[in-house]
């Protein structure tokens, strides 16, 4: 039997890991971009050992549960995420008169529109053995099905997407 406090603390560790890990793994596309490609391998190596950690304790915590139930929980933080936290989040920038957290936020509403979206049909089709292809826009997180002509949420080429 877990703790409350044992399970907080794993929890807070994931959190601190996932976070870490796309940090640095932000740090290492700025390091290539500056023609530092070796310090850019030590923060890609350093982001995976971070998920590793990562996925330990959620593991451990008993986070990690069948497929059908980490979909639906998928749809609940991704509904959540469209419905109520991005739409608080814009009030607030939009009240400071912040363009540019307006813009991503507004590009993450609508990308998790259509992740929640996209769980939803996979929870559907779940038993389907039918191979199907995602397509990531690059800049807003949007994932299609097919190729677009350009991203609907912010205008991207689809050559530029990239596919799962």
Request: glycine share 4%; net charge negative.
């Given at each position: 039997?877990?703790?409350?406090?044992?399970?907080?603390?794993?929890?807070?560790?994931?959190?601190?890991?996932?976070?870490?890990?796309?940090k640095?793994?932000?740090?290492?596309?700025?390091?290539?971009?500056?023609?530092?490609?070796?310090?850019?391998?030590?923060?890609?190596?350093?982001?995976?050992?971070?998920?590793?950690?990562?996925?330990?304790?959620?593991?451990?915590?008993?986070?990690?549960?069948?497929?059908?139930?980490?979909?639906?929980?998928?749809?609940?933080?991704?509904?959540?995420?469209?419905?109520?936290?991005y739409?608080e989040?814009?009030?607030?920038?939009?009240?400071?008169?912040?363009?540019?957290?307006?813009?991503?936020?507004?590009?993450?509403?609508?990308?998790e529109?259509?992740?929640?979206?996209?769980?939803?049909?996979a929870?559907?089709?779940?038993?389907?053995?039918?191979?199907?292809?995602?397509?990531?826009?690059?800049?807003?997180?949007?994932?299609?099905?097919?190729?677009?002509?350009?991203?609907?949420?912010?205008?991207?080429?689809?050559?530029?997407?990239?596919?799962?």
């Amino acid at each position: 039997m877990m703790s409350n406090k044992t399970l907080e603390n794993l929890m807070a560790a994931f959190a601190g890991e996932s976070q870490a890990n796309r940090k640095y793994l932000a740090y290492a596309k700025k390091a290539e971009k500056e023609g530092n490609k070796n310090v850019a391998k030590l923060f890609k190596a350093a982001a995976d050992a971070e998920t590793l950690h990562a996925h330990k304790h959620f593991e451990v915590a008993g986070k990690l549960k069948s497929t059908k139930e980490n979909l639906e929980d998928a749809v609940n933080g991704e509904t959540y995420e469209y419905k109520q936290m991005y739409p608080e989040f814009i009030k607030i920038a939009e009240e400071e008169g912040n363009k540019e957290a307006i813009r991503t936020f507004t590009y993450a509403l609508k990308a998790e529109e259509i992740h929640a979206k996209l769980y939803k049909e996979a929870l559907e089709n779940i038993d389907s053995q039918e191979e199907v292809f995602y397509y990531l826009c690059p800049v807003c997180g949007n994932i299609e099905k097919a190729v677009p002509q350009k991203c609907f949420i912010c205008g991207v080429p689809g050559e530029k997407f990239i596919k799962y």
